[in-house]
């Protein structure tokens, strides 16, 4: 039920990224529901790369994709 509900609010074609790889249970479990519809924002990205470095207000990836921002949360 918990990934079908996941699977519902992810953006299109995205949903993978969304759901955990771990049984439910076995990491802090996040309580909430309007997390996942704020990435179908136009101002909101998911970056699930490993970020390499920090330059000002941009993130750097393993792949040096760079990318700027106002907010960053990390999970």
Not at 21 to 33: A, I
């Amino acid at each position: 039920a918990s990934e079908a509900f996941i699977r519902s609010q992810a953006p299109a074609g995205r949903a993978d990224e969304f759901v955990p790889s771990f049984t439910f249970g076995c990491k802090r479990t996040l309580y909430s529901s309007d997390w996942i519809p704020t990435s179908k924002r136009a101002n909101v990205d998911l970056v699930r790369e490993a970020v390499a470095s920090v330059e000002g207000r941009a993130l750097v990836t393993k792949s040096g994709v760079r990318k700027e921002f106002d907010v960053v949360v990390w999970a």
